[in-house]
């Protein structure tokens, strides 16, 4: 079990969110980014199996202290709209980052939702970590171009997905043609939020296999 941790944003402010620590202190670290509900007990069980898998797990609340009800999508999305996603991943991802770089192992970026545009974003515009998986979630043309990625990537997407739709992740995968970092999509026959045990898309053997295939992305460049 992790606890509720303060840490430093880039501007100097303080900024909030659930820390999950392994057992070794120079274990390397993932940020991880919330759904569009807020750091929820989905999340921070995420970085309480990331806790158990080796990592220190930090989930930065970018929505400052709100969790919206399952139920009620409209205040989800309007909350989700209100966040400023480039400042919050300057600011509060890349503080989240550099406070587990002081353990000095490796930092990772990860993210469902809402956190899946943080986490793609974040690949593009923070060399600060060494890897980012992103789950059903991607920034706009206009917010982020694929072909400036700065780190290893891995996406996660449904097909069934009406919000990060299917035409999105092709688009995004081809503007990924030619980027010399490693990079990988995978495709599930699933609807959005397949990752959540709580919601109603949970889809037992999706979430089963995008978990070992991020932990094998893990691995592999986290260590």
């Given at each position: 079990?992790?606890?509720?941790?303060?840490f430093?944003?880039?501007d100097?402010?303080?900024?909030t969110?659930y820390?999950?620590?392994?057992?070794?202190?120079?274990?390397?670290?993932i940020?991880?980014?919330q759904?569009?509900?807020?750091?929820?007990?989905?999340?921070?069980?995420?970085?309480?199996?990331?806790?158990?898998?080796?990592?220190?797990?930090?989930?930065?609340?970018?929505?400052?202290?709100?969790?919206?009800?399952?139920?009620?999508?409209?205040?989800?999305?309007?909350?989700?709209?209100?966040?400023?996603?480039?400042?919050?991943?300057?600011?509060?991802?890349?503080?989240?980052?550099?406070?587990?770089?002081?353990?000095?192992?490796?930092?990772?970026?990860?993210?469902?939702?809402?956190?899946?545009?943080?986490?793609?974003?974040?690949?593009?515009?923070i060399?600060?970590?060494?890897?980012?998986?992103?789950?059903?979630?991607?920034?706009?043309p206009?917010?982020?171009?694929?072909?400036?990625?700065?780190?290893?990537?891995?996406?996660?997407?449904?097909?069934?997905?009406?919000?990060?739709?299917?035409?999105?992740?092709?688009?995004?995968?081809?503007?990924?043609?030619?980027?010399?970092?490693?990079?990988?999509?995978?495709?599930?026959?699933?609807?959005?939020?397949?990752?959540?045990e709580?919601?109603?898309?949970?889809?037992?053997?999706?979430?089963?296999?995008?978990?070992?295939?991020?932990?094998a992305?893990?691995?592999?460049?986290?260590?």
């Amino acid at each position: 079990m992790g606890k509720t941790t303060s840490f430093d944003r880039l501007d100097g402010a303080k900024a909030t969110g659930y820390l999950a620590e392994t057992r070794d202190p120079k274990a390397p670290g993932i940020v991880v980014i919330q759904e569009w509900w807020g750091v929820s007990g989905q999340i921070t069980g995420i970085c309480d199996k990331l806790a158990a898998a080796g990592y220190h797990a930090l989930a930065p609340d970018l929505y400052e202290g709100t969790v919206v009800p399952y139920h009620d999508s409209k205040a989800a999305e309007r909350t989700m709209n209100a966040l400023d996603f480039r400042s919050s991943t300057d600011q509060v991802v890349r503080g989240a980052a550099l406070t587990l770089k002081r353990n000095g192992g490796k930092v990772g970026l990860t993210g469902y939702c809402l956190g899946g545009i943080v986490a793609a974003l974040g690949a593009i515009r923070i060399a600060d970590f060494d890897a980012s998986v992103c789950f059903y979630g991607l920034p706009s043309p206009e917010l982020a171009n694929p072909r400036d990625l700065k780190v290893p990537f891995q996406g996660h997407f449904a097909r069934k997905d009406e919000w990060c739709t299917p035409e999105a992740v092709d688009a995004f995968e081809k503007g990924l043609t030619g980027v010399k970092l490693p990079h990988e999509i995978h495709r599930y026959d699933a609807q959005h939020g397949f990752m959540n045990e709580e919601r109603p898309h949970f889809d037992p053997a999706a979430a089963k296999l995008a978990w070992e295939r991020s932990l094998a992305f893990w691995r592999m460049y986290l260590g």
